[in-house]
């Protein structure tokens, strides 16, 4: 058997690869069946072991002051991160009956929800809940409830509808021709009793437990007084309910588990259009998209690159090996990345594709060379060695600077960019363990036929396209100086999105509604948090929040807290005496006896028909407000009659709601706790855990006016939040929450890819100087790097793609790439000093290694996550200017530089070189 010469003067890499051919061709099952085995072990072991995580904060170091202010906040208001379903129709009514039901199925499921809110009314307020309502609202509830107290007598001698459509009847009977006082109230009443009826029936034609119309119903309240009890935006248009996950870890959970209950009431309320936001969704549904995507690009790039390795060097056998190593590569990754890091993020997750298209290079290459080297030589051995010295030296070389371009990621302050970069790093390295072993040794197995020969009379395309450029090196040089130029020129359009939402999915129901809240709004939908230590201390930064110009308003317990309430209690107690003669018997359990109710209800029927044309000329509008009555009094008897025994259920199911919500109303009223003002005791546990600290802190809740997602909303606003309450910035009070956030997380980002690029340059820099030992080598190494990122920013400035927090990935991810290209040009062009690269071996591996990376990238173009499909955009662009440059621009500059005597040393002694194949020049 032949051997490669060797020498002492031999580089360790040399010595190391010599060493390892010699291992793989004497025993190649020694390096197949441990590693299917390891692999095995390793697919074990992530599946048991690795986990995602869904929070973007914990893309952060906690080193970070801003973060740090951030972890105690959290400390301290646990509860804040909302669960948000968004319900929108035209009809108030819709949106309110939605709500409801919604919210009292959370309100059920303690053990996954806690923190529910979605109206404010006395009964989820408290004993305290009068103390919350301003004077002025007082004083007309006081005077509302004296002028109800005729109609509200009728609620005290009924227990079913029957009863009390009955009192109702009485009182049109008995009601006299001239005005008097229970007259009046049963005038003031009819509103109140359409309502009834109106809801009545809709209880009856949806399915599911019908909702109590609300107290305001009684009191004729406007539909402005009920959006101000609700959580509401766009005129009524838009109710809110919020709830929290009991536990952080359950947010993935809560979230599934909410939108179930959201389709359960969906069934119950139809024509609404619902979805669920909030930035817990917003976290989980990111992750799952971003999981979704990348197994799909996983697939199609897996896919992708064996079908062009399989069509550029037309055969299967051994493309499919390659496939195969780099498998049990990404195996070898997955267990590393469990064992090391434990957990994958929104950046980490797309490890796979990624390494997927960069190490498929090492099998292109080392197959590339191993054809050449059989075709010539005819022993399969024989081609291994030479293959794995020669080549493999390339290999490793363009595998450590890619690898050191990641692993300078775990340099920066980024903790997400540096678990990144640890990943890839360290995947990278061990999928050259399985190609340059693995491979070698599974190629050996089978026959051994070399591709099929081309005559020497017929060069290649690649070999005529090359000598084209090659024979005008000048002309090559000035064409790509002025392209150059020209790209410098639209580079100046290139800019940086720091929207977040702009990166999700486009039809991402988390981020349409998200956004239908940012535009429904007058003001964000997201709040800074200012943190005091005392009652005092919160009023007077509140006070000087509220004289910001870029703040739309503040929420604090604290001005309810220190206010003065003595005038408010004395109202609050002349209500409970107007309140307290007013005492309700038992509610009918039994089914609503619908002949009967239809019986009471004709009759109503008729009185309302009579008064109705009795004041048809004097009282035209009272007159339609009767016709309106009995016409919803008809419509509610024909369903009732259709379906009676379905209608007897539901409608026992709706008066208790309606009778049970009056008595809890006016118990609550009776028992409003007027010894003292308000205490923080005395808060309902809601807003409680929301503004009130578990060390007694105070929170304000700052919100901005304008859409705090888009930059310089967030700068203005937190500027002016820094400098009128920290000028000297020390930490103290403590300004955070999700805006901070948002800025400080952004820009951290960008910093710390920017950062991650110039220690990537040196790096590789420093690993492309040791294997040449040349400065020369290192630039003509770093020509592909610069000229093919300064093309990439031209194409983004002229088509408009700005950089975002996803796609800045691409700066060390491209020099640590294109920087390979010129390592393995240079490689050969040491061997034999001969410029011509593309019609060589080389050449056609660095093609096709620069495809199956394209495609490895290109294959995240298909997410739908915006973000993901951007990187995979421009690290596609980014890929190919290096490619292209380095196989046309580098070669024309190495052939101006002969022509001036300049030569390279090889980067080891000289190695036995096979000659030329005639089918495929070297």
Known sequence: MAKIATSKSDSIAVRFLRGLAGWVTRYPQFFIYPQILL????????????????????????????????????????????????????????????????GVKLERETNIFTDVFYKGDLQMMGSKALLFVPEEDLKELQKTLENYRPFLQQFTRATNLVSLFTQINRQFRTAKAEQTAETEALIEAIPALERIVVQATGGMERPGVPPSPGVNALFGATGEAEQEMYITFAGGQIYLVTARAREEHLNSAA?????????????????????????????????????????????????????????????????????????????????????????????????????????????????????????????????????????????????????????AMGLTSFKGI?????????????????????????????????????????????????????????????????????????????????????????????????????????????????????????????????????????????????????????????????????????IDPAPVDIPELSRTLWALQGYLGLAAKATHEEEPKLAAQLRSLRDSIIRCRRVMLEKEQLASTRLMQFQQ??????????????????????????????????????????????????????????EEFIFELRDALDPKDTGTPIITGTPVQLYEYTTLLKDSYQQAAWYALGAIAILVLIHFRSVTCVFLALVPVGLGMLFLAGLMGFFGIPFNPANIMTLPLVIGIGVTNGIHILNRFSEEQDPGILSKSTGKAVLVSGLTTITGFGSLTFAEHQGIASLGLMMSIGVATCMVVGLAFLPALLTLLISKGWKIKKPSVDMHTPTLGPEEPR
């Open 657 to 714: 709601a309606l009778f049970e919500d009056i008595h809890d109303t006016f118990f609550v009223l009776r028992h409003q706790d007027t010894r003292d003002g308000l205490r923080i005791k005395d808060l309902p546990e809601a807003l409680r855990n929301r503004f009130i600290g578990v060390n007694a802190k105070y929170l304000l809740q700052v919100y901005p006016k304008d859409d705090i997602w888009q930059r310089e909303n967030q």
């Open 255 to 407: 979230v599934d588990r909410l939108r179930e209950l959201v389709r359960e009431t969906e069934t119950e309320v139809a024509g609404l259009n619902v979805g669920v936001t909030g930035e817990p969704v917003l976290e989980v549904d990111e992750m799952a998209q971003s999981q979704k995507d990348t197994t799909f690009a996983s697939v199609i790039a897996l896919m992708g690159c064996a079908l062009i390795f399989i069509f550029g060097y037309r055969q299967v056998g051994r493309p499919l090996k390659a496939t195969l190593a780099l498998v049990v590569g990404l195996g070898y990754t997955m267990a590393y990345t469990t064992l090391v890091v434990g957990h994958l993020n929104i950046l980490t997750i797309t490890f796979v594709p990624i390494l997927i298209g960069l190490a498929i290079d090492f099998g292109v290459h080392l197959i590339t060379r191993f054809e050449e080297e059989l075709r010539v030589r005819g022993r399969s051995e024989e081609a291994i060695r030479i293959a794995m010295v020669n080549t493999g030296l390339g290999i490793f070389t363009g595998a450590f600077t890619t690898s050191g371009a990641f692993l």
């Open 418 to 586: 540096q678990e990144m970069g640890i990943i890839c790093g360290g995947g990278m390295l061990l999928c050259l363990i399985s190609m340059m072993t693995l491979l070698p040794a599974l190629l050996l197995q089978g026959g051994q036929k070399p591709a099929e020969k081309r005559g020497e009379s017929h060069p290649t395309l690649r070999a005529r396209l090359e000598q084209r450029w090659l024979q005008r090196p000048g002309l090559v040089a000035s064409v790509t100086v002025c392209l150059a130029i020209i790209a410098a020129v639209q580079a100046r359009k290139l800019y940086f999105d720091y929207n977040l939402l702009n990166m999700q999915s486009k039809d991402l129901p988390a981020v349409i509604f998200e956004k239908k809240l940012i535009d429904s709004a007058s003001k964000s939908v997201l709040f800074a948090a200012v943190v005091a230590d005392s009652e005092e201390e919160a009023l007077a930064l509140e006070k000087q929040i509220l004289a910001l110009p870029s703040v739309a308003s503040v929420e604090s317990m604290a001005r309810y807290l220190a206010a003065d309430q003595t005038d408010k209690l004395g109202l609050i107690n002349n209500i409970k005496q107007t309140v307290a003669p007013l005492t309700f018997p038992e």
């Open 39 to 102: 692999f095995g072990f390793c697919v074990f072991y992530t599946i048991q072991n690795l986990e995602f995580d869904t929070s973007r904060n914990n893309l952060v170091g906690s080193e970070k002051r801003y973060h740090q202010n951030f972890l105690q906040f959290r400390e301290e208001f646990p509860a804040q991160d909302d669960l948000v379903v968004v319900v929108e129709s035209e009809s108030p009514e819709k949106n309110r009956q939605f709500v409801e039901r919604l």
